[in-house]
């Protein structure tokens, strides 16, 4: 990925631009900065900054060339080669993330879903391979398995994040509710689906 020298802030936002682009309808050619703070209710010198350091600055009067502009976003953000993951919880949220295939958008493909439950891995009706826990570091290096999503409950959920940087795995996307830790030079997103709910609805008049 080419983006390690890009502010943590600024590569959080790019997946936001990189939608919005690929949304826009085909007579889009040319787009400015203001159009894109506009359309995500973002500050328009926010937009600027970010998009010059992948893009560099816009044509006066024109903007950046929407499909050129798609491009570096897709580079930087390392999306020219899909990476593999692998899923561990195959319970009703695993499943639907195994079967959800937005993902392969954004430059990640998620391959199989691991679980321990026997009965579970019997009756796996997603489109993807569930498979028995014991498999999952064999599986994960024949593949170059790099990113490992969790889907467990709470008390297991550290125990697999172990295991999965045991497999190798640097960068691991965690719904359980709780906070895992993980060694240095392994990338952790917490993914708080009760805290977002609580927070949309706080937004309720």
């Known amino acids: 990925m080419n ?10 936002r790019l997946p936001l631009y990189l939608e919005y682009l690929r ?3 085909e ?19 926010q937009v600027r900054k970010d998009l010059a350091a992948v893009s560099g600055a816009g ?18 953000l390392g999306y020219e080669k899909l990476t593999n993951a692998v899923l561990v919880g195959a319970g009703k949220l695993g499943r639907a993330l195994l079967d959800y295939d937005g993902f392969e958008k954004f430059g990640v493909k998620i391959v199989a ?18 498979l028995p826990i014991k498999n999952l570091k064999s599986y994960c290096k024949e593949n170059e398995v ?17 295991k999965l940087v045991e497999c190798g795995i640097t960068a691991i996307w965690n719904f359980a509710p709780c906070i895992l830790k993980v060694p240095s030079g392994v990338l952790l997103k ?4 009760a805290l977002s709910l609580a927070h949309l609805k706080s937004q309720l008049s």
């Open 146 to 162: 790099k990113l490992g999503i969790i889907t467990v409950g709470q008390a297991s959920a550290q125990d697999v994040c172990d």
């Open 23 to 25: 949304n826009l309808s």
């Open 27 to 45: 007579s889009h050619r040319t787009i400015s900065a203001t159009a894109i703070a506009n359309g995500l209710s973002l500050g328009e010198v």
């Open 59 to 76: 044509k006066p009067k024109v903007g950046y060339e929407c499909d050129k502009l798609i491009s570096d976003l897709e580079r930087h």
């Open 190 to 193: 917490q993914e708080n689906l």
């Open 3 to 12: 983006g390690y020298s890009i502010p943590k802030a600024t590569l959080g």
């Open 113 to 130: 879903g691991f679980d321990c439950k026997e009965r579970v891995i019997q009756m796996g009706d997603t489109s993807k391979s569930i």
